[in-house]
């Protein structure tokens, strides 16, 4: 369904705000249907990184390429009717119902008859198929954020961006919809980048775990060897809070006593 | 009452058509301005900055300030910008549409959810795009308040630009204030009211509908205000060939000379419409761009505001002097005076002034350090006061302007002590008002005179139908048609009086 899966390169990139650094020089390659978390506390610079990706940032410095074509090639409004993005307050359009804003992306390709693939996607995002007329305040958190991954990959992008996309959540409907987009990562081969805060949705979904700390990448491992105590002690003290948590559920498991 | 009505329909159709189409251009300014001003702040600031400041100056102020600035621009371009009527009204009126517009409009942008405008730039929408699917509609409803409330505005102040010569229902509230009719004014204020309230009415339909994605219920709403402007607008396309216009200044007199005018001018075949409650300084500049065809003036309101001269010749002087500086200068024909005088003539209550021996303007000097002065709205600019108040040193206690109408009744209650009443008014015998003299003959004579704009000047069917008013009005058959408009019991309307004083002119000779 994807036109093509999509690379995408950081060559020396940094983006600076008054007062703060956000990303510093970072230089990276992300392959083509991988997926990539984005890991790091509030204001290490993961989510600028990410929006230089469909220029919602400009940066001040570098090129990001993305198939190895720069993404100031094209005007920002084709390069972004490529790539799929997904972020935390979602950004339904109140005034259209579910299958006008999921079709949204389809009507500025100029195409007319988008009922049967509004359908399809609903299918795809596992929502009932009589929600395209519902309006986005008639849904729930977790519904609208499903809508919202229609949306983004209405059009089959090969690329995949989403920025704390189960921050607003409750922790139930957040692993069902992490499950979900997982499963269409693999079914669509699509690249998928993720932003996100928590570790263990980092280690549980992604391929590979970038690590950021001021600006700059700290760690670059796979799930499995960061666990094996790899990627340094920036990386380390994040994986320390979900394996200590879990150490502690198992033990309680096991029936251990207070 | 129901003659009160009758011109309703009409003033309607007028008031209705200026008003919308004030509020179109005030969109077609604030709309872009909107947009502009939600993308940069600095606009922003200047633009609202702006309109603010505009909704401060008064509407009749605003009004009256077009009509020099589009005389100097008509006079750049050469000519044929109509400085009075419908184009200064309607651009006062859409200035004052701009403010409201504009600020909900920035308002209603400013609220849109900043995830949303995230969400547009990210599925790949041109700012054209953004602003046409998510930001126009999302901004809709405030925006929609916004212009209900400008079309409110609108059509309240509209009732204001009778005084720059442009139809509505003002005519009927200004005309009725100043002859005391308040049926008249009820009329006026009732129309206008129900006018704003339908208006207000429809466009907040029209909100409902695009708030819940009702389109039928917005474009039919939408469709009902059109229906309305071309019902408005029927009459009034085929007015514009063979019409002549008669203008008269804001009181009893000019009213009724102005219809005893219109009804020879019709009888003459000519088709006739009024241009009533004109601002003294207006009404000769009109006259002189043709706006006006044909008006009453005095002789020394021209002598002393328009050419400025301080002395005082006789009567006869004056009038000859007026009739060939308006030729020269202007093109404009004096066609004769009309036989009576007008002039300001300071009144007392009788009683007041023999108890305090006051029977000349140099006797009421010395006591008006203890006296209240009323005088109508422009008395106290204009040069004859200050060469009266010169010449005999007055100074009054205090110095209040009014309507003409409350000018006499502050007298009568003793609000005030002294007006400056005109000769011609029936109500300073009916009332027992006493005269003051004028022994150093400070000022000037107030021959009506008929004037005729430049166009007319030429046009010797025209002048034949109102040549025979010339000296045939005397002062007392003025006074009585005056009084008969003026007074509170058995009240008359102007055109009554008008076709009285045509046939009581024969007894005059």
Known sequence: MPEQTRSVTFKNVSKRYPGALAVDGVSLEVAGGSFVALVGASGSGKSTLLKTINRLVAPDAGTVLMDGEPVDAVPAHLLRRRIGYVFQNIGLFPHMSVAENIAIPLRLAGERNTAGRVAELLDLVELPRDFAARMPDALSGGQRQRVGVARALANGPGLLLMDEPFGALDPVTRDGLARAIRALHDRMGLTTILVTHDMAEALLLADRVLVMSEGRVAADATPRALLAGGGGDAAQALVAVPREQAHRLAEMEGGGSR | ?509
């Open chain 2, 1 to 509: 009452m129901t003659a009160a009505f009758a011109r309703v329909p009409e003033l309607l159709a007028q008031h209705l058509l200026l008003a919308l189409s004030a509020l179109l251009l005030g969109l077609a300014v604030a709309l872009p301005l909107t947009v502009l001003s939600a993308r940069n702040r600095a606009v922003a600031r200047v633009a609202l900055g702006m309109a603010s400041l505009i909704q401060t100056i008064p509407g009749l102020a605003l009004l009256a300030l077009f009509y020099p600035v589009l005389l100097w621009l008509s006079a750049l371009a050469g000519g044929g910008i109509p400085a009075l009527g419908f184009l200064p009204s309607l651009l006062a009126l859409s200035l004052y549409a701009v403010l409201p517009i504009l600020r909900n409009g920035v308002t209603g942008l400013a609220a849109i959810d900043p995830a949303v405008i995230e969400a547009a730039d990210g599925v790949g929408m041109t700012a054209w795009q953004k602003l046409r699917l998510v930001e126009a509609p999302l901004a809709a409803p405030v925006l929609m308040a916004g212009i209900r409330t400008a079309a409110v505005w609108t059509i309240g102040a509209a009732t204001l630009s009778t005084t720059v010569g442009q139809p509505g229902l003002g005519d009927l509230i200004f005309a009725g204030l100043q002859t005391q009719n308040w049926t008249l004014v009820l009329a006026g204020c009732i129309a206008s009211a129900g006018l704003a309230l339908a208006v207000d009415a429809l466009l907040g339909l029209a909100e409902h509908g695009i708030a819940r994605r009702r389109r039928w219920l917005a474009w039919g709403s939408l469709g009902v205000l059109l229906a309305g402007v071309l019902a408005a607008l029927a009459p009034a396309l085929p007015s514009a060939r063979g019409t002549v216009v008669v203008g008269a200044k804001g009181f009893s007199e000019q009213y009724i000379l102005a219809r005893m005018i219109g009804a020879r001018l019709e009888a003459a075949g000519y088709r006739v419409e009024y241009r009533e409650g004109l601002g003294s300084a207006v009404a000769f500049s009109a006259l002189a761009a043709n706006d006006v065809d044909v008006y009453v003036d005095y002789s020394g309101t021209i002598w002393t505001n328009q050419m400025r001269r301080s002395d005082v010749p006789p009567r006869a002087d004056i009038v000859a002097g007026v009739g060939g500086w308006a030729r020269d200068r202007h093109g404009v024909l004096l066609l004769g005076p009309l036989g009576f005088e007008n002039a300001y003539a300071f009144a007392m209550r009788g009683a007041e002034a023999r108890r305090r021996g006051i029977r000349t303007l140099a006797d009421l000097a010395r006591q008006a350090p203890q006296l209240n002065l009323a005088t109508d709205v422009e008395f106290l600019e204009r040069p004859e006061w200050r060469a009266v108040r010169d010449a005999y040193g007055l100074r009054f206690r205090s110095a209040r302007p009014y309507q003409p109408t409350f000018m006499y009744r502050a007298l009568d209650s003793g609000e005030a002590d002294v007006i400056p009443a005109f000769s011609s008014d029936g109500r300073i015998a009916a009332s027992g008002l006493a005269v003051l003299e004028d022994p150093k003959g400070a000022i000037p004579g107030y021959d009506a005179i008929l004037l005729l704009s430049p166009a007319r000047a030429q046009d010797e069917r025209f002048q034949a139908a109102l040549r025979p008013l010339a000296g045939a009005i005397c002062v007392q058959a003025m006074r009585e048609a005056n009084l008969m408009v003026d007074r509170d019991a058995d009240k008359r309307s102007p055109a009554e009086a008008a076709r009285w004083l045509e046939q009581r002119i024969a007894a005059c000779r």
